[in-house]
């Protein structure tokens, strides 16, 4: 396995300082959902407009985002990197810094390090059929893959998504949802765990949904990330309908922590996730020690 801690455009050259963020501002805050589980998603910019202009990463690749007084924390980018003025993150409230991120306001400052990871190898999917399938907040980084390759729709064949959450309540990026449901680009089962009232959806857990939509193997890639008792079983189901080790993709980035393979946190055996990963397939977690 294979990967650069420092990703595309950053720490290439000589000189620059991996440790100090360079300072975004944030210019959009779209609030997800709401209640003990709440997802606001933050769209920042450099305020040096070199900075921004030179910023590239890939689809699956992290950012390490601060907030000054509070702390910092590692994210998923949760957009396209084909939308070049903009990025964002989607952050689940449940932490010191996350809950004062979650105060802030449009206008602030925060500081944004990265990319950092290996991303989706999204040049070796061209031709194939793409399943994302995503659980909760796990949609963030699924959203940004997603969306890269509704973008870039005629270098691939089918493309589905399978997505769920707790209730109607938990779902993360409703608006994009309901616009999807309606597009010819991308075939979208939604579920939720328990029935409500006027859902006319799937009702039961995501991996049971994989099940009932029962994607096709051949020439298929799958793409999951959700909690990992999820992605547990949609392996497994994945499994059983046929899909090889190979053709299984998750991003396991909930590991990392400094993003340059210093701390050793994120290690599993001799495996860094932030540098060989959080990407991987499942033929390469399995060659790993059963931790995870």
């Known amino acids: 396995m294979s990967g650069s801690c420092y990703g595309q455009g ?7 300082n991996l440790y100090l963020p360079k300072i975004a501002e944030i210019i959009n805050i779209k609030e997800e959902t709401k209640g003990a ?16 202009r030179s910023f590239s990463y890939r689809a699956g690749q992290c950012a390490i985002v601060s907030v000054f007084g509070a702390g910092e924390c590692m994210f998923a980018l949760s957009n396209t990197p084909l939308i070049k003025d903009y990025m964002e993150v989607s952050v689940l409230r449940q932490g010191r810094v996350t809950a004062a991120l979650h ?6 400052t925060i500081g944004v390090r990265g990319p950092f990871g290996n991303g989706f ?28 390759c ?4 005629g270098d691939f064949k089918r493309l589905t998504l399978i997505y769920g959450a707790r ?10 949802l309901d616009q999807l449901l309606k597009s010819p680009d991308i075939e979208v089962h939604l579920s939720i765990d328990v029935a409500e009232k006027s859902w006319p959806h799937f009702v039961g857990f995501v991996p049971t949904n994989v099940l009932e939509v029962k994607p096709p193997p051949d020439d298929s890639i799958a793409v999951t990330c959700g909690p990992p008792i999820m992605i547990k079983f949609v392996i497994m189901n994945l499994e059983k309908l046929g899909f090889k080790d ?4 998750t991003t396991v980035e909930a590991k990392m922590k400094c993003g340059i393979g210093k701390c050793g946190r994120c290690n ?3 495996v860094y996730v932030c540098k060989d990963g959080p990407v991987f397939s499942q033929k390469q977690l399995k060659a790993l020690p059963q931790e995870y």
Do not use: C, H
């Not at 950053?10 to 620059?16: F, I, P, T």
């Open 103 to 108: 105060e802030l306001q449009v206008g602030d």
């Open 121 to 148: 190898p999204i040049a070796n999917w061209v031709g194939k059929n793409i399943i994302f399938i995503g659980g909760g907040i796990g949609q963030a980084p699924i959203r940004s893959i997603m969306n890269t």
């Open 37 to 52: 589980r709440a997802v606001k998603t933050f769209r920042f910019r450099f305020v040096d407009e070199l900075a921004q």
């Open 268 to 270: 599993i055996g001799g």
């Open 150 to 153: 509704i973008r870039k729709k």
């Open 167 to 176: 209730t109607t309540a938990d779902l993360v990026f409703r608006d994009e």
């Open 246 to 249: 190979d053709q299984i993709f």
């Open 10 to 16: 950053y720490g290439e050259a000589g000189g620059k």
